[in-house]
T-cell receptor, first 114, second 112 residues
Framework: GDSVTQMEGPVTLSEEAFLTINCTYTATGYPSLFWYVQYPGEGLQLLLKATKADDKGSNKGFEATYRKETTSFHLEKGSVQVSDSAVYFCALSDPTSGTYKYIFGTGTRLKVLA | EPEVTQTPSHQVTQMGQEVILRCVPISNHLYFYWYRQILGQKVEFLVSFYNNEISEKSEIFDDQFSVERPDGSNFTLKIRSTKLEDSAMYFC??????????FGPGTRLTVT
């Protein structure tokens, strides 16, 4: 079945460091891909998305490119801030499932130190 | 901007009791979902609902769970006889076109 694999956390960075959180997926069809962010005690917020190969999603300085050849959707940010500390979830929505349910990765906790 | 709302934000119940979690979807959305996140773990799909019936359910969604749209607006998740392992954050999500789901803030359920 469909699955999403994320790099293990936690990831600890200094402020202004470069961030990469790896995400790879397995899907039978051509899924849409998403990154969600969850701040402590809060719900899921859509960070960015990409619906087809080579699309680049971007928001708030974060970027991710849909790479069909490597089945990846790695999240990057050039300069992280303390306020970026949160858990980041990669997810896919596979149209072949019929219901387009989301499959989430395990989440990667990011901690940014001042 | 329209948003999905959920009530209550936090529910504490005793084992064996019934709970109903409520969600108000974005108006004109047609597809509805429930997900759950046990503390510290990943978000898991429970059930999807369209045209007043379940369209898909996961292995987690056993006979103690049910969903409905009792008044055409609210979308509810009922757990008939709660267990300790039902303690989790429950997220409602809705979609207009299946391409993107909008998540509510979640209900934290604590079973004691």
């Amino acid at each position: 079945g469909d699955s999403v694999t994320q790099m293990e956390g936690p990831v600890t960075l200094s402020e202004e460091a470069f961030l990469t959180i790896n995400c790879t997926y397995t899907a039978t069809g051509y899924p849409s891909l998403f990154w969600y962010v969850q701040y402590p005690g809060e719900g899921l917020q859509l960070l960015l998305k990409a619906t087809k190969a080579d699309d680049k999603g971007s928001n708030k300085g974060f970027e991710a490119t849909y790479r069909k050849e490597t089945t990846s959707f790695h999240l990057e940010k050039g300069s992280v801030q303390v306020s970026d500390s949160a858990v980041y979830f990669c997810a896919l929505s596979d149209p072949t499932s019929g219901t387009y349910k989301y499959i989430f990765g395990t989440g990667t906790r990011l901690k940014v130190l001042a | 901007e329209p948003e999905v709302t959920q009530t209550p934000s936090h529910q504490v119940t005793q084992m064996g009791q019934e709970v109903i979690l409520r969600c108000v979807p974005i108006s004109n959305h047609l597809y509805f979902y429930w997900y759950r996140q046990i503390l510290g773990q990943k978000v898991e799909f429970l059930v999807s609902f369209y045209n007043n019936e379940i369209s898909e359910k996961s292995e987690i969604f056993d006979d103690q769970f049910s969903v409905e749209r009792p008044d055409g607006s609210n979308f509810t998740l009922k757990i008939r006889s709660t267990k300790l392992e039902d303690s989790a954050m429950y997220f409602c999500a809705t979609s207009l076109s299946l391409r993107e789901q909008y998540f509510g803030p979640g209900t934290r359920l604590t079973v004691t």
